[in-house]
């Protein structure tokens, strides 16, 4: 993939508004899977899903549904493997190969890799900008207080 320099990048809103549509697609994804899933991954599921808005981007969250994402793939290579996608001729994906069950959890585990990604993002930008709001108020300090000026 081409880094496009033009391009604008993204605004974090922009990003979290994503994110917030990626978790909304992993609850009809866990719907659909949720007899195929064993308990623990349900409750994990559910877990995140019921995330306020407010805490869905913080580390230590976005790391437990990283942790969540190895399991459910664990699931998918038990229940027959992950399957291949494939296009219709109008171009729209479907599953093919493995069994039903593998299929249903692949999906959940595609979207939870999609919130995951656009999640990260926000928390790593949210985290960039404190550490610069935070290296900035240093300077001013440090500027006032005559520290940074070069001794006569």
């Known amino acids: 993939m081409a880094l496009d320099l033009h391009r604008k990048p993204k605004s974090i809103e922009d990003i979290a508004a994503e994110a917030l549509a990626a978790r ?22 559910d877990r ?23 399991e459910l793939k664990q699931i998918v290579a038990q229940a027959g493997g992950v399957p291949v996608t494939r296009n219709t001729e109008d171009g729209h994906p479907y599953l093919v190969g493995s069994t039903e069950a593998s ?28 550490a610069i709001a935070w290296n900035w108020a240093m300077l001013v300090r440090e500027a006032g207080s005559g520290r940074s000026q070069p001794a006569q």
């Open 24 to 45: 909304r697609r992993l609850r009809s994804a866990t719907r659909l899977a949720q007899e195929h899933l064993p308990p623990s991954a349900r409750s994990a599921l």
């Open 103 to 130: 299929r249903c959890v692949q999906v959940v585990v595609e979207t939870l890799t999609d919130l995951l990604h656009r999640a990260w993002m926000v928390s790593d930008r949210l985290t960039a900008e404190a």
């Open 48 to 70: 995140v899903l019921q995330l306020p808005d407010t805490e869905i981007f913080t580390p230590r969250e976005l790391a437990s549904a990283s942790a969540l994402l190895v």
